[in-house]
């Protein structure tokens, strides 16, 4: 198999990289750090991102895209990481939905806002009854002449304090045979009256929230696909987007710091013989975890799901245990000064670590939790029956 970027995807890779290197300043480091979310310099950039067509390169050219394949998207979200950049994914991945299942006046009206980063997307699934089990959703629509009327609440929509509209799941039909067949997904704008935004912040500090619907009104026209027909929608928002990442830019600098950071500080060679072993372990891991989102986004190309679970399940998998066990091992590595904070003068490698390893857990949960990409696995990949 042959990973070798093409000359236009390497020349992607150049202007990304470029551009970042010149536009994504401190003030936006120190936004995407902080993990309160966006603020101005992390709009402005994404706006400047999206003149430049560098925020949805897989998308077609007509709605603000490039026409370019899935490795493009796994440049630039290598690169986004890299330079801790903002990270738009909410808004790409409700358009990817949209050209899938939208009809030609919502992607008309919403992708080429998402592709120039003037229109930014919460997703809306989760309730307190309904995280892994996502059909269990019960906010509810109810429908009246030209309108449905909402009620009901989410939970952990991270990106609702600063996008302009909720990707929300709902529940039309409470009396569904099969609760999955009782679902529509809606565009709500997240200004509208009756919506209540309320932080949650996670043990790492990341600010998330829960939004509260009381009466809101959604017009008809922002429904997605079919009444009832929203599990397809949600389904092509989760796994049709394609790929699962791949180039592992990031991990592998940290890699580097942790080797160049044991080779001059851990010189103990009975004291530190552990961290070799496991170095090596961390290695491999990595590089296993790249050549799989390398192939799931080689798949995507194709618009085929990569055999062993459909959209990257195992690349999610093996990408958020290696980075749990990446800031581990680096937290080890350090001893206590690690746990210092950012401004102590004691504190080694400019005190990023920490951050790092309180958010870690986070990505063995968000995009579903390990379990259940073992689930997805072992029933799309083996053909294993669901308990
Ligand atoms: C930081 C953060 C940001 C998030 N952002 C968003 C967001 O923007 N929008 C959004 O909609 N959601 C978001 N989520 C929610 C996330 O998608 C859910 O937390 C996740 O799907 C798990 O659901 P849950 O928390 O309800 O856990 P549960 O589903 O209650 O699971 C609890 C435990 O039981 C296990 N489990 C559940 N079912 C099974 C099963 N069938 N077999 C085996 N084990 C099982 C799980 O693996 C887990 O260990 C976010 C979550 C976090 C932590």
Avoid at 124 to 152: C, H, K, M, T
Avoid at 169 to 182: I, Q, Y
Avoid at 362 to 383: M, N
């Amino acid at each position: 198999m042959d990973f070798e970027l093409t000359p236009e995807e390497k020349a992607f890779q150049k202007e990304i990289r470029e551009f970042l290197d010149k536009e994504c300043n401190e003030n936006v480091v120190a936004e995407t750090l902080s993990m309160e979310g966006e603020g101005p310099y992390s709009k402005e950039l994404l706006r400047k991102m999206g003149a430049n067509r560098l925020l949805t390169p897989r998308w077609p050219v007509e709605y603000g895209g490039r026409g370019m394949g899935a490795m493009a998207e796994a440049i630039k979200v290598d690169e986004i990481n890299s330079h801790h950049a903002p990270f738009p994914l909410d808004g790409v991945e409700v358009g990817n939905a949209l050209l899938i299942c939208g009809n030609e006046e919502q992607k008309k009206r919403f992708l080429p806002g998402i592709a120039r980063g003037d229109i930014e997307f919460a997703l809306g699934y989760s309730e307190p009854d309904a995280g892994s089990d996502v059909a269990s959703v019960q906010l509810r629509a109810v429908e009246d002449r030209d309108e449905f009327i909402l009620n009901g609440q989410k939970i952990y929509n991270t990106e609702a304090h600063f996008s302009d509209y909720h990707w929300l799941l709902t529940r039309t039909d409470p009396s569904a045979e099969k609760k999955h067949r009782g679902l529509s997904l809606f565009m709500v704008d997240l200004k509208s009256p009756g919506i209540t935004i309320r932080p949650l912040i996670t043990s790492a500090g990341l600010r998330t929230n829960e939004v509260f619907y009381e009466d809101v009104r959604v017009p008809k026209e922002n429904m997605v696909g079919e009444k009832n027909g929203g599990w397809t929608v949600i389904m092509n928002a989760l796994y049709g987007g394609g790929g699962g990442g791949g180039l592992a830019t990031g991990t592998k600098r940290v890699i580097d710091t942790l080797v160049k950071y044991a080779l001059e500080e851990k010189q103990d060679a009975d004291e530190n013989q552990w961290i070799p072993e496991t170095m090596a372990g961390l290695y491999i891991r990595t590089h296993v975890g790249e050549l799989m989102g390398l192939r799931a986004t080689a798949f995507a190309d194709l618009n085929v799901s990569p055999p062993y679970g459909g959209g990257g399940a195992v690349s999610r998998l093996l990408g958020g245990d290696t980075r749990r066990l990446l800031y581990n091992t680096a937290m080890q590595i350090l001893g206590p000064y690690g746990q210092l904070a950012k401004d102590s003068k004691w504190v080694p490698l400019n005190g990023e670590i920490l951050r790092e390893y309180m958010d870690a857990p986070r990505w063995t949960i968000v995009h579903g939790s390990q379990e259940i990409q073992k689930l997805v696995i072992a029933t799309r990949g083996l053909g294993l029956p669901r308990r």
